[in-house]
């Protein structure tokens, strides 16, 4: 052979295994019979708590969904696995991880990581290689204004988790006999987009009620201390106060406004039992409304886990405690790809993303619906409040088990 026809023959290997390299992204990563996820979760860093609920929840599925056969497509059986990274709770580690996982590891079928911000620094890697990635735990609205196309979300966008608080304060001030607008609302949340869109929802709605908000406070990320907006709390007498800032947001809120008995009529917060407040506090933690996604007590089921009650009694046999709601979002997210694969009935990542995209179907979470943007548009955001240590849902009505306790009781009469 000669010099030249071994150089062209060369070089036609080389491009066809280039193109192999590159056209790799058009099938799932398959070892055998197991479909390999990948995901980068938060071990580490500020969200490493709410990291281990997410892991837990993607991983219960995983025990589930093998102990009952796997997954079908196109007539053969599959077990599946995730391969783990820790994103050290960092939107940029977040992107470099998602980009290993797609070009390093062959991965095609992307879980979310916890936090908005995370979300953030994985989707635009995800869509530069058009791989799938259907998320529980990226709330952000801004997420969904971009025009992803390959960036699912289970959840409740964050605007609405705690802008029904306020329809429930202007229903308690006419139970009361009183005008809605008189009401004055307290806000403090962390600067994070996930608290930032909170803080819309709760202005809007405050907005469409002519209330008046008479504190609006941005926490700091590193959220260590509260007594600033708790002194101003105790000054201005506000009628509810309105707190975001993940676990540790949570957490501050019960403790100091007990330590410094802030007496407010409502205090709604978010991640109660991510932060385990009443673990923590015990009664002291009475009488907070705490906004969820999901609650045992809900009427949803499906195939693997049974009703929401049967998933929260296997989460607490496996873990040794109740499933948040971070946890039970993120096993949805999975029960969600699994349906898109037995429905596409391929690998192919634009078959299961466009199964993704035209899901509708009950979990054990609630329905999942996704509109054009990737959120999820079937199901609402539950209040529920803290009654002798027990979360008791109390709005919106449909969701109701029991009656909210309104006006807080004062520090002394406990």
């Not at 589930?64 to 196109?74: P, S, T």
């Not at 008189?182 to 907005?207: H, L, Q, W, Y």
């Not at 708790?230 to 947001?249: E, N, Q």
């Not at 009664?283 to 009427?299: E, H, I, K, R, S």
């Amino acid at each position: 052979m000669s010099r030249e026809r071994k150089f062209l023959t060369a070089l036609v290997v080389g491009v066809a295994a280039f193109g192999l390299v590159f056209a790799s992204p058009a099938a799932a990563k398959v070892e055998g019979d197991t479909i390999i996820f990948g995901a980068a979760v938060s071990f580490t860093g500020k969200y490493s708590t709410n990291g281990k609920h997410t892991k837990n929840g993607y991983d219960l599925v995983v025990k589930r969904v093998n102990e009952m056969g796997g997954v079908k497509v196109a007539g053969k059986s599959y077990k599946i696995d995730i391969k783990y990274y820790d994103d050290e709770s960092t939107p940029a580690r977040a992107g470099q991880l998602a980009d290993r996982l797609i070009k390093q590891d062959g991965i095609k079928f992307i879980l979310g990581p916890y936090g908005s911000g995370p979300t953030k620094g994985m989707a635009p890697i995800t869509e530069k290689y058009k791989i799938p990635m259907v998320e529980g735990n990226g709330a952000s609205r801004s997420l969904f204004n971009k025009g992803y196309r390959y960036l699912f979300a289970v959840l409740s966008t964050s605007e609405q988790y705690l802008a029904e608080s306020i329809n429930l304060l202007a229903e308690q001030f006419k139970k009361e006999g009183k005008d809605p607008k008189t009401a004055k609302v307290a806000i403090a949340v962390e600067n994070d987009p996930f608290s930032m869109d909170i803080r819309a929802g709760v202005m809007d709605d405050a907005k469409r009620w002519g209330m008046q908000v008479v504190i609006d406070d941005k926490l700091p990320k590193e959220l260590t201390d509260m007594t600033a907006t708790l002194t101003k709390v105790k000054a201005l007498r506000p009628d509810a106060l309105i707190v975001s800032g993940h676990s540790k947001g949570a957490a501050l809120a019960v403790r100091q406004t007990s330590q410094m008995k802030v007496d407010v009529d409502m205090l709604a917060i978010t991640h109660c039992e991510a932060a385990d407040v009443t673990g923590k506090f015990g009664g002291d933690a009475n009488y907070t409304l705490c906004a969820t996604q999901w609650a045992p007590t809900m009427t949803y089921k499906d195939e693997w886990f049974g009703w929401a009650g049967d998933y929260a009694k296997l989460f607490e046999k496996e873990y040794g405690y109740v499933p948040p709601y971070q946890a039970a979002e993120s096993s949805a997210a999975v029960l969600v790809y699994i349906d898109a694969l037995q429905r596409a009935g391929s690998f192919d990542t634009e078959k299961v993303r466009d199964a993704i995209a035209a899901t509708n179907l009950q979990t054990f979470y609630g329905w999942v619906d996704f509109d054009d943007t990737g959120k999820n548009i079937a199901k609402p955001m539950v209040l529920r409040q803290i009654q002798k240590g027990e979360y008791i849902p109390v709005a919106p009505s449909k969701f109701a088990a029991g009656q909210v306790i309104f006006p807080r009781p004062k520090w002394r009469d406990r």
